[in-house]
């Protein structure tokens, strides 16, 4: 029987939960808990038709719930099983609640001004993720901390080129304004679904910068941690897939949905697992 964590997991169809389920026991139950809090966390801006006022409320009961799970205390059996799974794998706080902080910027911003401004939210919705799952994994070398961070800008900088259109559907623009007032398109330009020379430029220089934060994962792991990260490069690997599809598709997501497809994520979580499952 699935516990409330795993079964949030599963529902989500998180590429991750393909990686997860290869874990040890321990892990993959302390994994699929802060899975299950992340997920729960993004639930409160996605999902429903709810003024942000009441989100803004909704996020701030969840972080005192979360301060209060800290101890034990909270109305929400998730955060109190949280509580133990920090306390056994020595988790900062800070990650927990710097998410937070990321899901109340979509709240405040519709739009970020300059690449500064996107990878700082890049950060605290993305990175800090990895810095929870990197101490459940295990490490030996404080370079994994790094691998951790740039791993979450290429992943949270793949979905926003994967997500362009959908994004724009419901009011939110992540392409930062000086790189598109840089290569001329315009907020407009997106609502207009309008795919020209200048989208595809922009969209190859956030493709570019990507790419570089993969490169930047990839020097900072060590490798005799590598067996350990096994999960996040199974990650890591399957959202260089659709990076690579986003290229071959030239970014066109404004006909389709570009995606790996569940069996791909199967396989290639399976194909990593392997690679290091005899040193893990």
Same mark, same amino acid.
């Given at each position: 029987?699935?516990?409330?964590?795993?079964?949030?997991?599963?529902?989500?169809?998180?590429?991750?939960?393909?990686?997860?389920?290869?874990?040890?026991?321990?892990?993959?139950?302390?994994?699929?808990?802060?899975?299950?809090?992340?997920?729960?966390?993004?639930? +409160?801006?996605?999902?429903?038709?709810?003024?942000?006022?009441?989100?803004?409320?909704?996020?701030?009961?969840?972080?005192?719930?979360? @301060?209060?799970?800290?101890?034990?205390?909270?109305?929400?059996?998730?955060?109190?099983?949280?509580?133990?799974?920090?306390?056994?794998?020595?988790?900062?706080?800070?990650?927990?609640? @710097?998410?937070?902080?990321?899901?109340?910027?979509?709240?405040?911003?519709?739009?970020?001004?300059? #690449?500064?401004?996107?990878?700082?939210?890049?950060?605290? #919705?993305?990175?800090? %993720?990895?810095?929870?799952?990197? $101490?459940?994994?295990?490490?030996?070398?404080?370079?994994?901390?790094?691998?951790?961070?740039?791993?979450?800008?290429?992943?949270?900088?793949?979905?926003?080129?994967?997500?362009?259109?959908?994004?724009?559907?419901?009011?939110?623009?992540?392409?930062?304004?000086?790189?598109?007032?840089?290569?001329?398109?315009? @907020?407009?330009? +997106?609502?207009? /679904?309008?795919?020209?020379?200048?989208?595809?430029?922009?969209?190859? $220089?956030?493709?570019?910068?990507?790419?570089?934060?993969?490169?930047?994962?990839? $020097? /900072?792991?060590? =490798?005799?941690?590598?067996?350990?990260?096994?999960?996040?490069?199974?990650?890591?690997?399957?959202?260089?897939?659709?990076?690579?599809?986003?290229?071959?598709? @030239?970014?066109? %997501? =404004?006909?389709?949905?570009?995606?790996?497809?569940?069996?791909?994520?199967?396989?290639?979580?399976?194909?990593?697992?392997?690679?290091?499952?005899? %040193?893990?």
């Amino acid at each position: 029987m699935l516990t409330e964590q795993h079964e949030i997991s599963k529902q989500s169809k998180s590429s991750f939960y393909y990686a997860l389920n290869l874990l040890p026991e321990e892990k993959r139950d302390a994994m699929h808990t802060v899975y299950a809090f992340c997920r729960k966390t993004d639930d +409160i801006i996605d999902e429903g038709n709810i003024p942000d006022d009441i989100r803004y409320e909704q996020l701030r009961k969840w972080r005192v719930e979360l @301060e209060k799970g800290l101890y034990g205390n909270s109305d929400f059996s998730l955060l109190n099983k949280l509580s133990t799974i920090i306390k056994k794998f020595n988790i900062p706080f800070e990650p927990f609640f @710097e998410l937070i902080k990321g899901m109340e910027m979509d709240l405040q911003k519709r739009s970020y001004v300059t #690449v500064d401004d996107l990878m700082e939210y890049c950060y605290y #919705v993305a990175s800090t %993720v990895g810095l929870m799952c990197i $101490e459940i994994f295990g490490y030996k070398n404080k370079s994994a901390v790094d691998f951790a961070i740039n791993l979450g800008y290429a992943l949270q900088l793949t979905n926003i080129m994967r997500d362009v259109k959908v994004d724009a559907e419901i009011g939110r623009i992540y392409l930062p304004s000086d790189l598109m007032t840089k290569f001329g398109y315009s @907020e407009k330009d +997106i609502f207009a /679904n309008n795919y020209n020379s200048n989208y595809l430029a922009l969209m190859n $220089e956030l493709s570019t910068r990507a790419h570089d934060y993969f490169d930047k994962a990839n $020097e /900072n792991l060590d =490798f005799e941690d590598k067996p350990a990260m096994f999960a996040a490069r199974a990650m890591q690997h399957i959202y260089f897939n659709l990076l690579k599809k986003l290229e071959k598709k @030239e970014f066109n %997501v =404004f006909e389709e949905r570009i995606n790996v497809s569940k069996l791909q994520k199967t396989g290639i979580a399976l194909g990593v697992w392997a690679k290091y499952s005899l %040193v893990y």
